[in-house]
């Protein structure tokens, strides 16, 4: 094993920390399935869905992501706690923010970046 008892301690105690209501790991986990559904959903509209056990029902992809959302809505406003709702909502509105603007800005802005990272590389670190 690489890791120590003393690795595996400081793991247990960090994974501990971050367990509660602000931090859950199935919040975490459900917040970056909704992100990537959001952004499949935004990107391809039109792309028919349908539900494991339910296949004879299809629905668009638009229209699964707003019945989605207006759902993790009216949970958050009516205090619902069977879900994360915000979690839900703050990965859906990442996704549909990343596929309308994050993936052109995030990528047509990252060539002083690697250029710098590219010299970092060749050159050593600048000394000054």
Request: glycine share 10%; hydrophobic share 50%; aromatic share 12%.
């Amino acid at each position: 094993s690489t890791f120590s008892t003393a690795d595996d301690d400081q793991i247990f105690h960090i994974q501990s920390s971050l367990k509660g209501p602000l931090f859950s790991n199935v919040a975490v986990n459900s917040g970056a399935i909704m992100t990537v559904l959001a952004a499949v959903c935004t990107k391809i509209p039109e792309g028919r869905l349908a539900i494991i056990f339910l296949p004879m029902f299809t629905f668009t992809a638009g229209n699964a992501l707003k019945a989605i959302i207006a759902m993790d809505t009216a949970g958050m406003i009516l205090g619902w706690k069977f879900f994360d709702h915000a979690a839900h909502l703050g990965g859906a509105l990442f996704g549909i923010w990343y596929i309308t603007y994050g993936h052109e800005l995030i990528w047509k802005n990252r060539e002083p970046l690697v250029k710098i990272w590219h010299e970092m590389r060749t050159n050593g670190p600048k000394k000054g």
